[in-house]
C-alpha cells in the first residue's frame, strides 16, 4: 500500500479546519499512519519546498509555512499520492473545483490549506523529512476490508 505526506497549512489550523480536513480523508477511507501538531523551523520549510529555491515566492513560502503550527500527517491508500491530489484540488484556489479541500476552503494562492506531495519519491523524502520512523504506526483499520 502507497503513503504519502499531507501538511494542513498554519491557515487552516488558525481557522479551526484540522477536524474537516481530516474527517474528509478518514471518510475517503484512507488510513492515517501518523499525525502531530508541530511548528517547523526554517530549515526544515527550506528542505521541505527545495524544488521551489529558484522560485520569487520562495521566501514568503518559507515565511509563511514556519509562521505558526502545520498539521502534518503519514496517510496509507491505493494509489494515495494521486487520490489525495485529487481531494486537495489544485493549487489555485480560485481554480480548485468545489468540493475539494482547497475548493472549499481557500481562496488565495498563498493560503491554500493544505499540501500533499506530488509523486511517490516526494512522498518517500516528505515522510522521512517530517517524520521518525518510530512515529509511523503500522495498525490493522477494520474498514480497510470494506474499501478494497
Ligand atoms: P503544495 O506543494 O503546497 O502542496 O502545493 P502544490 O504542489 O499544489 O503547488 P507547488 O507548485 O508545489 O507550489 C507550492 C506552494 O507555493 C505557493 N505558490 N505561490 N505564484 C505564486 O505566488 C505561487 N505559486 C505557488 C502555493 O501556496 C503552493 O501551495
Ligand atoms: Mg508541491
Redesign the pocket.
Known amino acids: 500500500m502507497e503513503r504519502t505526506f499531507l501538511?494542513i497549512?498554519p491557515d487552516a489550523v488558525q481557522r479551526n479546519l484540522i477536524g474537516e480536513v481530516v474527517s474528509r480523508l478518514e471518510r475517503k477511507g484512507l488510513k492515517l499512519v501518523a499525525a502531530k501538531l508541530f511548528q517547523a523551523n526554517e530549515e526544515l520549510a527550506k528542505e521541505h519546498?527545495a524544488?521551489?529555491v529558484e522560485?520569487?515566492?520562495y521566501n514568503?513560502?518559507v515565511s509563511?509555512i514556519t509562521s505558526g503550527p502545520v498539521f502534518a500527517m503519514v496517510v496509507e491508500g491505493k494509489n494515495v499520492v494521486e487520490v489525495t491530489?485529487t481531494i486537495?484540488g489544485?493549487?489555485?484556489p480560485t481554480k480548485a473545483a468545489p468540493g475539494t479541500i482547497r475548493g472549499d476552503y481557500g481562496i488565495d494562492?498563498?493560503?491554500?490549506i493544505?499540501?500533499?506531495?506530488?509523486s511517490n519519491e516526494s512522498a518517500a523524502r516528505e515522510i522521512s523529512l517530517w517524520f521518525d520512523e518510530s512515529e509511523l504506526n503500522d495498525y490493522i483499520l477494520n474498514d480497510e476490508k470494506w474499501v478494497y
Open positions: 501538511m497549512k519546498y524544488e521551489h522560485k520569487p515566492f514568503k513560502l509563511f491530489r486537495v489544485e493549487t489555485n494562492l498563498g493560503r491554500n493544505i499540501h500533499g506531495s506530488d
